[in-house]
């Protein structure tokens, strides 16, 4: 049984999108989500990914719902031969809400101070069977789409990397470091709650180039995902998280429309992609914001 209680209490089922989108490629839809029946849908399939998949729940169905839902927009895939939502991304837009879930884990001070809308991305989760091709890149269609609409001048959100490992995440901080990935305009550090014990420490130890073996390994930990908006330009927002619920880290990603890699936006806004075509990039989808 699904908690319905939840549902009513995050408002669910009085949902409306904000932005709409709609558009088909092949056997597949890709739209904004229209109403709380579809939005249930959705939220369904980010209970089997970040519930059952990601740390294991053995409750064969359920839901994974919070208070953004409601004032966020979802994009989604349906497949048309089964009529089934197979991928989704929840897309939080500063003209519509001023709360984001990023602001449980980072103070998001300069982001927030920067001009311009901003918008979070998050949720995102596709089926296991989909999870490449040309599915990816629709979502990445429909999330250009929505920064037009809204005229987004920066996306962030939460990408997260599965290690509990301290010396793991200082070893990740500190390679993002010599890479040139942090600016001081935009540093966001984790909030108490989230802040991971012995970091600073591990950080201290690591405080000196990286070794060619210690390159490989942090580059080895780094998902596609992350590595995705790394080639499109973001950067990150200083230490990392400390998601104990997820047993993750997370490094908040920030992407700037005037720093965008221009060719890379092009792959996304303007692909056109045949059936059965590989995507641009494969990638997991690991961002939770």
Not at 67 to 91: A, P, Q, S
Not at 202 to 223: G, K
Request: glycine letters at 4%; hydrophobic letters at 35%; aromatic letters at 12%.
């Amino acid at each position: 049984m699904f908690n319905f209680y939840r549902l009513r209490q995050n408002k669910i089922h009085k949902f409306k999108p904000k932005v709409e989108i709609h558009s088909e490629k092949g056997p597949f839809v890709l739209k904004t989500v229209s109403d709380s029946e579809e939005l249930i849908e959705a939220l369904k399939l980010r209970y089997q990914v970040f519930h059952r998949e990601m740390i294991g729940k053995q409750k064969p169905q359920g839901i994974d719902v919070d208070e953004f839902d409601f004032v966020c927009d979802h994009l989604v895939i349906i497949d048309k031969k089964i009529n089934k939502i197979v991928g989704t991304y929840r897309l939080n837009c500063s003209l519509f809400s001023q709360a984001y879930y990023s602001a449980q884990e980072f103070n998001l001070r300069k982001i927030l101070e920067l001009p311009g809308t901003k918008l979070e991305l998050g949720r995102a989760c596709i089926q296991t069977e989909y999870r490449r091709g040309i599915v990816i890149s629709l979502l990445w269609r429909g999330i250009a789409e929505y920064m037009m609409k809204t005229q987004s001048q920066y996306l962030f959100g939460c990408a997260s990397i599965k290690t509990e490992s301290p010396r793991q995440a200082a070893l990740l901080y500190q390679y993002f470091r010599q890479q040139g990935r942090y600016d001081e305009n935009t540093l966001c550090p984790p909030t108490l709650k989230y802040s991971m014990p012995n970091l600073s420490l591990w950080i201290q130890n690591l405080s000196r180039p990286l070794t060619l073996e210690e390159n490989v390994e942090a580059e080895a930990l780094i998902p596609s995902l992350c590595t995705a908006y790394l080639k499109a330009g973001a950067n990150l927002g200083g230490e990392p998280a400390y998601d104990q619920e997820f047993k993750c880290i997370d490094f908040l990603t920030i992407l700037s429309m005037e720093h965008l890699n221009k060719a890379l936006w092009r792959k996304y806004s303007q692909w056109n992609q045949t059936p059965g075509e590989t995507a641009p990039i494969s990638l997991n989808m690991e961002m939770r914001a």
